[in-house]
């Protein structure tokens, strides 16, 4: 049998402050963490609201961080990370705000560089299956149909 750690309000706090200054985490990450240290419902209460008052917790500088992130470095697009932020239950609010942070030029250049090099990599399959297996992988990484269909028609 293992035996998990019991911990103090106090101790829960500090660990709990490490985890949120180590990276931006959202409201349902910190509940689950602290579900996870079989911390009572008033405990994680306590604990939660102390975050927030503290500024260690900020669904919307969150929000914000996540959206920046995962279009920069995953290259996805609004609607992957617009989903994402949903089932991390961020408020539609924060959200809008959130897309506020990807410059639309920058969103147009991003997928017409993500399709191209896509594109090259299909070399030697028919019309019909690259831009089959283009707009799939588009798609997938949460690209707007419209913009992937347009992308596809403009550069096959």
Known sequence: MTYLKAYSVTEAIKKLESYCAYQERCHK?????????RMIPEAI??????????????EER???????????????????????????????FNIQNALK????????ITLDALARKRCSQLEGLSLQKKRKKLSDYLLYRGWESNLVYEKIKEIT
Do not use: P
């Open 29 to 37: 990450e910190v509940f689950e963490k602290l579900k996870g240290m």
């Open 101 to 108: 942070e990807i410059e639309d030029d920058e969103y147009h």
């Open 62 to 92: 969150f929000a914000k961080s996540f959206a920046r992130g995962k279009f920069n470095i995953k290259k996805w697009g609004k609607s992957r990370i617009i989903r994402e932020l949903q089932l991390r239950n961020i408020s539609k």
């Open 45 to 58: 209460d306590t604990i939660i609201v102390h975050l927030i008052q503290e500024n260690y917790l900020n």
